[in-house]
């Protein structure tokens, strides 16, 4: 006979509740064979009573944890001595209908020494907004004094299957609603987020207290996402891959299908670091954009080549690969009193560099910041050049010089002043040897004058008064003869 002692139910005997007493009576009839109504009839009365586990006093007492609406180990499993004599060991206790039992704000807590742990189902937090609510929870409280590690969950995967794939854990969900999300490092908004990572503290209550506010945390939380491979450090246990965006797993453009997706988003602050030990960085990607749109910047990767843009992804630079190249630039900053180094270097002993603007377009070298130009470099409008003038510098000893160069066989170079400006050859001294402007030819610093006519006899000293006066206008002499 099935009994019910005052002892295992607190306050609560037979005679309180008549479906108890007719399921005992029924149990005694039928042998412990209950009817699932017989078995659901029985929870329904369990479930008025008082609340938390009852004890373990005899091995019929174990079945009153169903009032919990979760069971642990060899209280789901009937053994045959519960009722009588029934269905063999191992047998599921539960009805197909009490196992798939909700019941709002349920709570199963468990305690150790130094933790404690909660894990609940269908649970409104109290003190929040009605409108939040979660399906399946866990919580765990560590108070451990040594090197202790609480999880609030724990999951294990074992995948033996050769041609098939696991997952630790796996989260599936949609947006059923007609509002499209918009999340940003600001604000996730509205609709469907698949994992959410967030520090507690200051809103709420305790799991399983009602009357306890969560404390907020004395000390910032560590990695929200933390990698780690196994503990023994072996190469197999090692991810291949630390975080993968499958195609076709983000939301592109405007229909989905096409365009960008956003796949990371990082308020400002923001930084992106490699670290070559715990107290040492190795490279740091951070932005500190704070103009907005018109003054953001990015870099962009196509084929064989990488751009970095301004406003509207417009390039700013763009370096472009070439298949099997092997010589390439460098660009190297410099101390105080230095100039910053661009640099063309490669595998070859001898590398070139070559400086090209697109069609007639001129190349401008400047200084003081721009302010000033101080040469100027331009080819033909109408046709690509076909000679050029070399400079070539010279070792100890000699002069550099600039030479004519090119497809022709012939080829000179011509000096030209703007308006009517002279062109001066100049000494070491800064003396003027030799000017030539629109007026003509000058020289030892002589204002240049107009070719001169030589006049008079010959037969006399007419014509030789005129060489030297036309002489020395040209600079050439100084005449200081006597009539």
Known sequence: MMTINEADTGTLAVSDDPRIEAVTEKADVDGGNLSDGDKAAFIGALQVSKGGFWTDEGPGAVV????????????????????????????????????????KNAQVMGLTTNRIGALYGSWTPPGVAANINMGFGAVTLNEGAGASFGRAGYFEALHYAEGGASAGIEVQGGNFTTVRPTPSAYGVGKGYHGLYLAVQGGVGYVVGNANTPIPVPTQPSGTAIDVAGGEEGLA??????????????????????????????????????????????????RSDVTGGTAAATGLIFTDSVSTFVGSAEVPVFRARHTPNGVNYMVVQNATTGSGPLLSFIGSDADVHGVVQTKGAGILSFRTQGGASEGLR?????????????????????????LIAAGTDANAGIDIRAKGGGANRLISGDGTSKVAVNNTGLGFFATAPAAKPVVTGSRGGNAALASLLAGLAALGLITDSTTA
Request: aromatic share 12%; charged share 15%.
């Open 377 to 401: 470099v331009a080819g033909p409008t109408t046709a690509a050049a076909t000679n050029y003038i070399s400079a070539t510098a010279v070792v100890s000893g000699g002069n550099p010089y």
């Open 236 to 285: 197999v246990q090692r991810w291949v891959t630390g975080l993968t965006f499958r195609n076709g797993g983000l939301y592109r453009g405007v229909d989905g299908l096409t365009g960008t997706a956003k796949a990371v988003s990082m308020a400002i602050g923001h930084e992106l670091v490699w670290e070559v030990n715990a107290t040492q960085r190795g490279a740091t990607i």
């Open 64 to 103: 009153w944890r169903v009032q919990d609406r979760f069971l642990f180990g060899d209280a789901v499993q009937y053994t045959g001595g519960r009722f009588g004599a029934g269905a063999g060991l191992g047998t599921d206790w539960l009805t197909t209908r009490g196992a798939n039992y909700f019941a």
